[in-house]
């Protein structure tokens, strides 16, 4: 069974960091659009970062570069997102999911999603 489990996120203050997990089953990520989206309460889900099979070029949304990270562990079938420096406004529930076919990170886009994950921050 195609499966995508994320993991990781807590409360937090400002300044802190928080490291995020991915974990897929029946699949292997190498070689597969995959990315990490978050939903604030009340707002659209967006896209936070990428890595694109096309290219193997890694995006970060603007909010967000310079302090998040992501990387990918093929043997473990595994990716990550590192946070540091976290704002207030980066309270959300984050998402792992995976493009099968293809190289564009965009929801609509996106054939499986993780259950999501609470990130909290309190200043």
């Known amino acids: 069974q195609v499966k995508l489990v994320d993991s990781g996120g807590g409360l937090v203050q400002v300044g802190g960091s928080l490291r995020l997990s991915c974990e897929a089953s029946g699949f292997t990520l190498d070689y597969r659009t995959i990315g990490w989206f978050r939903q604030a309460p009340g707002k659209e889900r967006e896209g936070v970062s990428c890595i694109s099979s096309s290219d193997g070029s890694t995006y970060y949304a603007d909010s967000v570069k310079g302090r998040f990270t992501f990387s990918r562990d093929n043997a473990k079938n595994t990716v990550y997102l590192q946070m540091n420096s976290l704002k207030p406004e980066d309270t959300a529930v984050y998402y792992c999911?995976?493009?099968?076919?293809?190289?564009?990170?965009?929801?609509?886009?996106?054939?499986?999603w993780g259950k999501g994950t609470l990130v909290t921050v309190s200043s």
């Open positions: 999911a995976c493009q099968i076919i293809g190289g564009v990170c965009e929801v609509s886009g996106m054939d499986y």
